[in-house]
């Protein structure tokens, strides 16, 4: 079973969806979808998309993070011949260790395996940290300045995509929304495309939403693949 690689060797583990938007799944619900006892609840695509988060307990390293996309059937069960050969193949590269140095590259060819784009990425980091009540980045509170207007709303090409990512998951925190509210109306859409993509993954105010969505109607920009992200901003780790 896929739960079964990462439950080895007092390896600690939690899943994510990372669909649509980026949500928790609890353990026991995992278990039972990878049983193909219950639909998966967020289908895109016909796949699971999933960030699956392990650390050995024994070890004081950050956790590392595999992205896998599973195929499902027509009743949004996981496909289970899908399922063991990836666990077949992790099994034949890793063997039991799938922690520590010996496992780097060696996945590179799973095709179960997938990159996330960079917005994605960003916001998934910037999540867990927020869930697991860590601090953010070191690139948030160059972000916070930037949304104040403090440097300049020009200067755009400072901030770090992870930047704002963890400032659009701290919206919460601080006077980051009032502040972003108020420079709305003059942030460059190099700003605004990635921050609309954060977006998607917190609960906003209304006033909020009504600001997102009379910039699409008022900027008719070409959307953009989600697999690609505008390459200028620096600091994307």
């Known amino acids: 079973c896929v739960g079964c690689v990462w439950g080895v060797g007092g390896t600690q583990w939690r899943a994510f969806d990372i669909g649509r938007h980026i ?9 039972a979808i990878e049983q193909a006892q219950v639909p998966y609840p967020y289908p895109l695509a016909g796949h699971a998309w999933l960030a699956i988060q ?19 059937d027509e009743q949004s069960m ?17 063997g039991t260790e799938i922690t ?12 179960y395996v997938f990159t996330p784009n960079a917005n994605k990425l960003a916001a998934f980091n910037a ?22 207007g403090k440097i300049g709303f ?24 009032s502040n972003l509210q108020k420079a709305w109306a003059h942030l460059p ?10 977006l998607e993954h917190v609960e906003i105010p209304t006033s ?27 600091h994307t780790q």
Not at 23 to 31: N, S, Y
Not at 189 to 197: G, K
């Open 78 to 94: 996981l496909v289970s011949a899908s399922r063991d050969h990836f666990a077949d193949m992790v099994i034949q590269a890793l």
């Open 189 to 198: 859409i190099e700003v605004v495309q990635p921050l609309s993509a954060m």
């Open 23 to 31: 949500t928790k799944l609890d353990k026991k619900q995992f278990l």
């Open 54 to 72: 392990f650390w050995d307990t024994k070890a004081s390293k950050e956790p590392y993070v595999w992205f896998l996309k599973f195929p499902l």
């Open 127 to 148: 999540q867990v940290k927020v869930l697991l009540k860590q601090p953010a980045s070191q690139y948030y509170e160059h972000a916070q300045l930037y949304f104040s």
């Open 100 to 111: 520590g140095e010996q496992a780097d590259g060696k996945l590179d060819n799973n095709p």
């Open 154 to 177: 020009d200067n755009w090409q400072s901030v770090a995509l992870q930047g704002i990512a963890d400032f659009a998951l701290r919206l919460d925190s601080d006077t980051n929304l």
């Open 208 to 234: 909020m939403s009504e600001l997102l969505v009379d910039y699409t109607h008022t900027h008719q920009t070409h959307p953009t693949h989600p697999n690609q992200t505008h390459p200028t901003h620096k």
